[in-house]
């Protein structure tokens, strides 16, 4: 049976994280993005959430995505805008008139890139912000959400 939506959280994915296992491997690692997918559903099931999984390329189809989340009621997002975290001001405001627990992920670490990558819009509309774990940040930041939406692991007391 299918959770409820507000046990779900989206897990969003911007332009070029298709490539992932091909594009840049000494920056981002051999992990594709199907492997990312695997990582936050397993994590997500071990909070009795479901991980709802979406990349595309294009910030209006992002920005769509958040407004499904908010209008489905999620529970939270976790968001990898890929460069349109340094430029998207609508990404940022989507997930303002939202409202919904946000945490952003990074594969690298942005701070020891180029600077143009060093600011982001979307981290001022989200609750933390992760960089730099590799694809591990993905289970970090569904345990960090998880914690601040005050759900429990299943067997240990949860609310779910």
Partial sequence: MAKSPDQTIYVLNGPNLN???TREP???GHA???DVEKLCADTAA???LRADCRQSNREGELVDFIHEAHARK???IIINAGGYSHTSIALHDALKAVAIPTVEVHISNIHARESFRHHSFTAK???AVLCGFGIDGYRLAINGLAAKI???AVGAGSKA
Avoid: D, R, S
């Fill in 46 to 48: 071990q909070f009795g």
């Fill in 32 to 34: 594709t993005l199907a």
């Fill in 150 to 152: 005050g759900v429990k």
């Fill in 19 to 21: 490539l992932l296992g």
């Fill in 125 to 127: 509309a989200a609750i």
């Fill in 74 to 76: 999620a529970a939270g």
């Fill in 26 to 28: 000494e920056t981002y």
